[in-house]
């Protein structure tokens, strides 16, 4: 039609170059070394991103052109970075050829998010474009070194499962396998080397947690222990988009928990429920965390409400905590009361158990809960200094509803908002 056609015009001079490429390379792997070549491939590779940008979902017929190939070149590359490296050491990673090299794969996989982003027809997105995009980047990804792997892969790992919920709940195991396990090798050390991997690790476990949450109870024990181990951990990072991924996921992973059967939701409540919120106190009462007071005090009020309401049947606690038929209600009253008077001795019992009786019977009350939170910190000899961070959210709120007010003032007088500013409602 009119419009393959005219995408086939625009894309002409790069398809020409592209297929010559494809050519030289099929007769001369080693035509792929050459320095101009990998920056003419890397260009080429750029266009195809900003054309799909701009085209969307009509650009299929030019991905299913050089799709195929692009794959071929993504293997061919990553396999002149792992020989660099081999040769070289790491430093090889950061020489302008390796660096050439790295760009043509960011790019590949790049076109594959937008692609993927823009697609109208999920079953040709799940039948034609993921499994070779799965045998390409999978095993590839698992088996380079940590400098030479790209968080690209995780990210477009993320927008395919947002993208086919459901349709990619039996391919989430093998991404499991090949990402999961040696990306988290690579930012469990410490709180700052590969931030990009970090970012989207998370992002790529809340995406699994939301859309395909039945995969992840397949997962053996060991691995599904990993997830909310890092669930946790993410908690205590000092990166806020990292530490709120992993609370919000918490929460979602509770969520969709409570609503399973009663044999697995008494089972992950009996061996996480506690873990997961010594873990919540210990960030809540960190100061260097206050920014995180909102997921915060929703996962603890979501995990409250669960205990208060009876919707956890089995026992949160381990026969060594308490006495069999003890109530998870008097469990929880007993445990977090102890936890805190050894953690804070400075407190009085009666301050504790007020704080306490307020989990216990504000949790149906977000604005409520948090407030009973506030002021059970600001108690603490810790949160003597500035607390302004506590209250970012309402903040936020107030600012917002100030902003509303104004643009709802120029509305009602003619010419104070530019063309630009207005919604088409505000225009009919």
């Given at each position: 039609?009119?419009?393959?056609?005219?995408?086939?015009?625009?894309?002409?001079i790069?398809?020409?170059?592209?297929?010559?490429?494809?050519?030289?390379?099929?007769q001369?792997?080693?035509?792929?070394?050459?320095?101009?070549?990998?920056?003419?491939v890397?260009?080429?590779m750029?266009?195809n991103?900003?054309?799909?940008?701009?085209?969307?979902?009509?650009?299929?017929?030019?991905?299913?052109?050089?799709?195929?190939?692009?794959?071929?070149m993504?293997?061919?590359?990553?396999?002149?970075?792992?020989?660099?490296?081999?040769?070289?050491?790491?430093?090889?990673?950061?020489?302008?050829?390796?660096?050439?090299?790295?760009?043509?794969?960011?790019?590949?996989?790049?076109?594959?998010?937008?692609y993927?982003?823009?697609?109208?027809?999920?079953?040709?997105?799940?039948?034609?474009?993921v499994?070779?995009?799965?045998?390409?980047?999978?095993?590839?990804?698992?088996?380079?070194?940590?400098?030479a792997?790209?968080?690209?892969?995780?990210?477009?790992?993320?927008?395919?499962?947002?993208k086919?919920?459901?349709?990619?709940?039996?391919?989430?195991?093998?991404?499991?396998?090949?990402?999961?396990?040696?990306?988290?090798?690579?930012?469990?050390?410490?709180?700052?080397?590969?931030?990009?991997?970090?970012v989207?690790?998370?992002?790529l476990?809340?995406?699994?947690?939301?859309?395909?949450?039945?995969?992840l109870?397949?997962?053996?024990?060991?691995?599904?222990?990993?997830?909310?181990d890092?669930c946790?951990?993410?908690?205590?990072?000092d990166?806020?988009?990292?530490?709120?991924?992993?609370?919000?996921?918490?929460?979602?992973?509770?969520?969709?928990?409570?609503?399973?059967?009663?044999q697995?939701?008494?089972?992950?409540?009996?061996q996480?429920?506690?873990?997961?919120?010594?873990?919540?106190?210990?960030?809540?009462?960190?100061?260097?965390?206050?920014?995180?007071?909102k997921s915060?005090?929703l996962?603890?009020?979501?995990?409250?409400?669960?205990?208060?309401?009876?919707?956890?049947?089995?026992?949160?606690?381990?026969?060594d905590?308490?006495?069999?038929?003890?109530?998870?209600k008097?469990?929880?009253?007993?445990?977090?009361?102890?936890?805190?008077?050894?953690?804070?001795?400075?407190?009085?019992?009666?301050?504790i158990?007020?704080?306490?009786?307020?989990?216990f019977?504000?949790?149906?009350?977000?604005?409520r809960?948090?407030?009973?939170?506030?002021?059970?910190?600001?108690?603490?000899?810790?949160?003597?200094g500035?607390?302004?961070?506590?209250?970012?959210?309402?903040r936020?709120?107030?600012?917002?509803?100030?902003?509303d007010?104004?643009?709802?003032?120029?509305?009602?007088v003619?010419g104070?908002?530019?063309?630009?500013?207005?919604?088409?409602?505000?225009?009919?």
């Open positions: 039609n009119i419009q393959e056609r005219l995408i086939q015009e625009l894309m002409s790069p398809n020409a170059a592209w297929d010559s490429i494809i050519q030289s390379a099929n001369n792997p080693a035509s792929l070394q050459d320095a101009d070549t990998i920056k003419v890397g260009n080429i750029k266009t991103v900003s054309a799909c940008t701009s085209i969307g979902s009509y650009f299929y017929p030019q991905i299913g052109r050089i799709y195929l190939d692009m794959l071929s993504y293997r061919a590359t990553s396999q002149m970075i792992s020989e660099a490296v081999a040769r070289d050491g790491t430093i090889a990673t950061k020489m302008p050829k390796v660096r050439g090299l790295r760009t043509i794969k960011k790019e590949i996989l790049k076109l594959i998010d937008t993927v982003q823009k697609a109208d027809d999920l079953e040709v997105v799940n039948t034609s474009v499994p070779a995009l799965l045998d390409a980047v999978l095993v590839d990804y698992n088996r380079n070194v940590p400098d792997r790209d968080a690209e892969v995780l990210n477009v790992m993320s927008t395919i499962i947002t086919l919920h459901g349709m990619m709940e039996d391919k989430v195991p093998i991404i499991m396998e090949n990402v999961f396990e040696c990306t988290l090798e690579m930012i469990n050390k410490d709180f700052s080397e590969y931030p990009e991997h970090r989207e690790f998370f992002t476990l809340r995406a699994i947690n939301l859309y395909c949450f039945p995969a109870l397949k997962l053996d024990n060991r691995q599904f222990k990993f997830v909310i890092s946790l951990w993410a908690s205590k990072h990166n806020r988009e990292v530490e709120n991924a992993g609370l919000n996921m918490c929460i979602e992973l509770m969520n969709n928990i409570a609503e399973t059967d009663a697995t939701s008494s089972a992950f409540f009996n996480f429920f506690i873990p997961i919120l010594q873990d919540v106190f210990f960030v809540l009462t960190d100061t260097d965390h206050k920014a995180g007071f915060q005090s996962l603890l009020a979501r995990m409250f409400y669960f205990v208060e309401s009876g919707k956890i049947q089995g026992p949160i606690y381990q026969p905590q308490a006495q069999a038929g003890t109530s998870n008097d469990f929880l009253r007993e445990f977090v009361g102890s936890l805190l008077q050894n953690a804070f001795p400075n407190l009085q019992p009666i301050q158990k007020t704080f306490v009786d307020g989990l019977a504000l949790n149906h009350d977000l604005q809960f948090k407030l009973n939170l506030r002021d059970f910190l600001i108690q603490l000899k810790e949160f003597s500035d607390n302004a961070e506590l209250y970012a959210e309402e936020e709120q107030e600012q917002q509803s100030a902003k007010a104004e643009r709802e003032r120029a509305l009602k003619g104070l908002l530019k063309p630009a500013d207005l919604d088409q409602d505000d225009e009919l």
